[in-house]
């Protein structure tokens, strides 16, 4: 069983920035998995924010672009969220999701086992 453990949330203004991080124990395979964060505001479904796969194409959200970037590091067994320029919207509990096949629809939620507990980023305008 993978576990996952993210870090990095918080509260900050409108405008600020956070830095998500999301240890994998997963080993040398680590490096070949489909990775993922995913949100869910209160009251509203668990949505895609951006996913990397195993040679490190990155996806994301229309609702993101330009503002959050993903990256991992495969020595370290962690994945990344940089996210810039957050807006009150932003607000959600954060999840890192992984998968070890191959993923064709990297944002929808049934396409990966292991899931992390979440962290909270709230922003406030």
């Known amino acids: 069983q993978v576990r996952l453990v993210e870090s990095g949330g918080g509260s900050v203004q409108a405008g600020g920035s956070l830095k998500l991080s999301c240890v994998a124990s997963?080993?040398?395979?680590?490096?070949?998995?489909?990775l993922a964060w995913f949100r869910q505001a209160p009251g509203k479904e668990r949505e895609g924010v951006a996913a990397i796969d195993s040679v490190g194409s990155t996806r994301y959200a229309d609702s993101v672009k330009g503002r959050f970037t993903i990256s991992k590091d495969n020595a370290m067994n962690t994945l990344y969220l940089h996210m810039n320029t957050l807006k009150p919207e932003d607000t959600a509990m954060y999840y890192c999701?992984?998968?070890?096949?191959?993923?064709?629809?990297?944002?929808?939620?049934?396409?990966?086992?292991?899931w992390g507990q979440g962290t909270r980023v709230t922003v406030s305008s």
């Open positions: 999701a992984a998968e070890s096949r191959w993923v064709r629809d990297v944002f929808h939620a049934y396409e990966y086992n292991s």
């Open positions: 997963i080993g040398s395979a680590y490096r070949s998995y489909s």
